[in-house]
């Protein structure tokens, strides 16, 4: 088990995995690493979509998944891991960002790591919290995502989607 590695500090870039990559919005000095690493999906967790205007390239699959930091919930996250798992499918390269590349992406990551990696949930939330990522521990929210049932009721749903189940 081994935590993200920093690619470029100034961007808060670091490849999670060998298909998965995070960071901070992406910036026009982001771009060449973004081909460099061969990543081909953005999954976008800001509200804004600035990458349709920075990222415009035909090699990139832009994804948008607009979720409010302080209204995050585990609908959002199944979202996050939705598209992660169709990625994962076409054996495609993934790079997740918000605005800092911390909060939002450090709760997706830390989902990524429970559901596809198989991480205890303590662990992939210690990763979230203090993988030196910048997460703000003004969102208690974030962390009380992360229980068991949520996170089985994530797994239910990407097996089958059509499964309902009520998780608060």
């Given at each position: 088990m081994h935590w993200g590695q920093e690619l470029h500090e100034e961007h808060n870039f670091y490849?999670?995995?060998d298909e998965l990559y995070r960071s901070e919005q992406p910036s026009d000095e982001l771009t060449p690493l973004l081909k460099q690493y061969a990543i081909n999906v953005v999954?976008?967790?800001r509200s804004r979509d600035k990458d349709t205007d920075i990222l415009s390239n035909e090699?990139?699959?832009l994804k948008h998944v607009p979720i409010h930091t302080w209204a995050m919930n585990h609908e959002?996250?199944?979202n996050v891991m939705q598209l992660i798992q169709q990625a994962r499918q076409n054996?495609?390269?993934i790079l997740?960002?918000?605005y800092h590349g911390s909060d939002r992406t450090g709760a997706s990551v830390a989902m990524y790591r429970i559901i596809f990696q198989n991480w205890r949930i303590e662990d992939a939330v210690r990763e979230m919290k203090h993988g030196g990522y910048?997460?703000?521990s003004i969102w208690r929210n974030i962390e009380k995502l992360f229980t068991p049932e949520n996170v089985k009721w994530i797994r239910e749903q990407l097996a089958n989607p059509s499964t309902?189940?009520?998780v608060k």
């Open positions: 490849q999670i995995s999954i976008n967790l090699y990139l699959k959002d996250l199944l054996n495609e390269k997740l960002h918000c910048g997460f703000h309902e189940t009520s």
